[in-house]
């Protein structure tokens, strides 16, 4: 119950809603528990009448009459308490579920990159939707049902021992073995379903990662292996849901045979009195209405038990997720005005999943509205270096200082709001391609997005298509090239007009004259920003400001293109032999 305990605070947060809940609850099952008494009360002057103790037929007729009209209304009171109890109980737990997804939701947003590398998607999503609706099994059904059965039992067991004691003891007789056995079944029950639900977030994870990599199932024509797996888990699920079957099908039948039980000793117990002259008819008739009703919260016991370790165990699996803190903090929320020197003292950084060192005792500063391209070899370090700009990732050892100041003590909201990042590999949302601009300026104009599209060079593709700008990407819709790609995430940096801007290898798939000509515009707009364009190719680095050269997480080289070009090394190499290509 430890990780439940978290959910207090929405106990108190919906007080008055569950409190409500709770009256109407009890005031519903008072009434239910009232059909019984009046069932007896009718059998008994019909008995009264047959034994000559009432003679007048009228009486009875009357007395029949108004019992019927008040089993009927009282019927029809306690089926309104009860629509009234799930409005309020189970509308309750509908309010928490929403609160708790939004909850997770925001922690997922707080938590940092390497949070997202050490869980998967599937799981990820499990815990959001799966665990968040066994949670509210607790809040909800699991609640009303374990009120309902303490004001049945507490009333329903107070009227039959006011009316026969010993007829209660006899019938409660086969009420523990009962509760032991719906307790053993929904132990198993609660062991096979978390199996059950284990196998299903594998289901899901599989799915999910297929459907993001069907390009290269597709293309690698590995069709035949991915059904195999797929076969091979999806059996295994099946497997564990038909064990689980077979127990819940034993519920109902022992349920069954229990009442039928606890009926027969009524009848045989009862009857007994009934022709000891100690009870009337109209008592026996009363008790096998109250077996009835009693029996199913006794079941029900288990049930709810089972369903609040089922909360409890995704509640620890949420708890786990909403107590982690992100790596990535923001210490201050004051608000700094951004110039955009940046300044590298001693930076090393190792990622500490895969113990990496990609960046070795870094020093180099750049000034407020200089570019530095950084170029070296794959796998030498230089989008770990653009991580550490946007704090993406902080560094191991040294400090990163943006106008003077660590990097850690700047407030980061803001220093992401004023990054422009356009990222190796692009992510565009299945969204039109106007929002999928707009992402960098939510309340952007339709010229700011043109322009912003013809700096980026993707204008006159984008009025190409029959839609235009409102052409929808992605799953329903268009793909886009790569190199589009690249230039609709590089307008929608722009747009944003940041004081820094990085463009992570984003003209990799775009050819010379375009990127010749996207070079252009960016020397135009990012005037007066921080730029770092991290690139293979010499001609997006040859008028930056600074160029550096990275080996194995450590600068190499470091100068501007015409003093490089002079010395001997990786620049001057990858130039010569990107000049003897463009000849050829
Ligand atoms: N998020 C990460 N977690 C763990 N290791 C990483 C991460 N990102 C990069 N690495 C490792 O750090 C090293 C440097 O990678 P980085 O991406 O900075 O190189 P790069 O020069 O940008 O390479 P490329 O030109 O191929 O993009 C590599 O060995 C890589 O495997």
Redesign the pocket.
Same mark, same amino acid.
């Given at each position: 119950m430890k990780a439940l305990r978290y959910l207090n605070k929405y106990f108190l947060k919906y007080k008055f809603r569950l409190l409500l809940g709770v009256l109407i609850t009890i005031l519903s099952k008072f009434l239910a528990l009232e059909i019984p008494q009046i069932i007896r009360r009718s059998l008994n002057t019909v008995e009264d009448y047959q034994n000559g103790v009432i003679t007048d037929f009228e009486v009875v007729k009357h007395d029949l009459l108004i019992n019927v009209l008040i089993i009927v209304g009282v019927a029809v009171l306690s089926g309104f308490f009860t629509f009234l109890m799930r409005q309020t109980i189970i509308v309750t737990s509908r309010l928490v579920e929403f609160d708790l997804k939004n909850e997770i939701y925001q922690q997922y947003q707080r938590l940092s990159?390497n949070f997202y590398?050490k869980n998967r998607t599937g799981d990820l999503m499990n815990r959001i939707s799966e665990d968040v609706g066994k949670v509210r099994m607790y809040f909800g059904p699991a609640l009303m049902y374990a009120l309902n059965m303490i004001v049945l039992f507490a009333v329903g067991f107070t009227n039959m021992f006011r009316i026969d004691a010993k007829l209660t003891m006899y019938t409660l007789i086969p009420f523990p073995v009962l509760s032991v056995s719906v307790f053993v079944l929904s132990r198993v029950i609660h062991k096979r379903s978390t199996i059950v639900q284990m196998y299903l977030s594998k289901l899901t994870t599989f799915n999910q990662e297929f459907f993001s990599g069907i390009n290269v199932v597709k293309s690698y024509g590995i069709k035949e292996t991915v059904i195999s797996n797929f076969e091979s888990l999806a059996n295994d699920s099946k497997e564990k849901n038909i064990d689980l079957t077979k127990v819940n099908a034993l519920f109902f039948p022992l349920m069954v045979l229990l009442i039928g039980f606890s009926n027969l000793l009524v009848i045989y117990i009862g009857g007994k009195q009934y022709i000891a002259g100690e009870i009337q008819l109209g008592v026996i008739a009363e008790f096998i209405i109250y077996v009835n009703m009693l029996t199913w919260p006794v079941a029900i016991v288990g049930w709810v038990t089972s369903m609040v370790k089922l909360a409890e165990v995704s509640q620890q699996r949420i708890n786990e997720f909403l107590q982690q803190d992100p790596e990535i903090k923001n210490k201050t929320h004051d608000s700094f005005n951004l110039k955009g020197t940046v300044e590298f003292r001693n930076v090393s950084l190792t990622?500490d +999943?895969?113990n %990496?060192t990609?960046l070795n005792d870094i020093s180099f500063s750049i000034e407020s509205g200089q570019t530095i391209a950084i170029l070296?070899?794959?796998? =030498?370090?230089?989008? =770990? %270096?653009v991580?550490l700009v946007s704090r993406l990732?902080d560094a191991t050892e040294g400090t990163v200082l943006i106008d003077g100041i660590d990097i850690k003590e700047c407030n980061l909201d803001q220093l992401r709001d004023q990054t422009g990042f356009v990222p190796?590999d692009p992510f565009l949302f299945s969204d039109t391609i106007e929002n999928n601009i707009k992402f960098g300026k939510e309340n952007a104009s339709t010229d700011e997005i043109e322009n912003a599209a013809k700096d980026a060079v993707v204008h006159e593709n984008i009025v190409d298509f029959k839609d235009g700008y409102q052409t929808i990407l992605g799953e329903r819709g268009v793909t886009l090239s790569g190199g589009q790609k690249q230039r609709v995430s590089i307008a929608r940096a722009i747009i944003k007009d940041p004081k820094i801007l990085v463009f +992570? +290898?984003c003209l990799s798939a775009v050819d010379t004259e375009t990127e010749e000509r996207i070079l252009t515009n960016l020397a135009k707009v990012s005037k007066n920003k921080t730029t770092f364009i %991290?690139s293979?190719r010499v001609s997006s680095a040859k008028n930056a400001d600074k160029i550096l050269v990275?080996e194995d997480?450590k600068i190499k080289q470091q100068g501007s293109h015409n003093q490089l070009i002079t010395e001997k090394g990786y620049y001057k190499e990858l130039y010569s032999q990107q000049l003897l290509e463009k000849e050829m």
């Open positions: 990159l590398k990622y +999943d895969t %990496i990609a070296g070899k794959t796998g =030498s370090g230089k989008s =770990s %270096i991580n990732y190796q +992570d +290898d %991290i293979h990275l997480g």
